[in-house]
């Protein structure tokens, strides 16, 4: 890999089925490396979802050596036990990113449709048909949370060196001293 290219890791947080995909990007050039989920639904324990979370993305940490990390915000819905539950994957995968010391930025799910679509409103599948194109994808997977984490690098590879509107992170330090009123002390 020379030094123009960096790795790119999205990932679309969920309890049940959590989607990853990684590009690899060269200048103006973009190219999948990996597609790929974790299936989370045969474990009733969330406690154990959230380590099988966890893991799995140091997995892929330490695999493909991502220089940086998007992921999808949770968007706001009526169901708080669902809002907490997808907040705590998140969190779990932001600090499996954040233990290995790679910058992280979030995007809302309006910013990635837009970014692949045009459309802040695209259904996921109109974001997967767009994908197959934009990375040669020869077939969509079953689940389409694999192409959601895939659509979250993608958009953040079109957003690179632009102005950030996402919140982003490249360690602890500068997690902590972004969300001090956070911080119980």
């Given at each position: ?37 974790l ?45 907490l ?46 994908l ?7 077939t ?46």
């Amino acid at each position: 890999m020379s030094k123009k290219e960096k790795i790119i890791l999205g990932i679309d947080p969920g309890t049940t089925i959590m989607g990853f995909g990684l590009i690899v990007c060269n200048g103006k050039k973009m190219e999948l490396l990996q597609i790929d989920e974790l299936i989370l639904k045969k474990y009733k324990d969330h406690y154990l979802k959230l380590q099988k979370i966890f893991e799995h993305t140091i997995g892929l940490i330490e695999s493909y050596h991502p220089d940086e990390i998007a992921i999808e915000a949770p968007f706001f819905g009526k169901n708080v036990q669902s809002m907490l539950k997808l907040g705590r994957a998140q969190g779990v995968a932001m600090a499996a990113g954040l233990s290995r010391q790679i910058p992280i930025t979030e995007y809302s799910p309006k910013k990635i449709k837009m970014a692949i679509t045009g459309n802040g409103n695209a259904s996921k599948e109109q974001v997967a048909r767009m994908l197959q194109s934009l990375v040669n994808l020869k077939t969509l997977p079953d689940n389409l949370d694999a192409t959601d984490g895939l659509a979250a690098a993608v958009c953040h590879f079109y957003n690179s060196g632009k102005v950030k509107t996402g919140k982003s992170y490249t360690g602890w330090d500068a997690f902590v001293k972004q969300n001090e009123s956070r911080i119980k002390k």
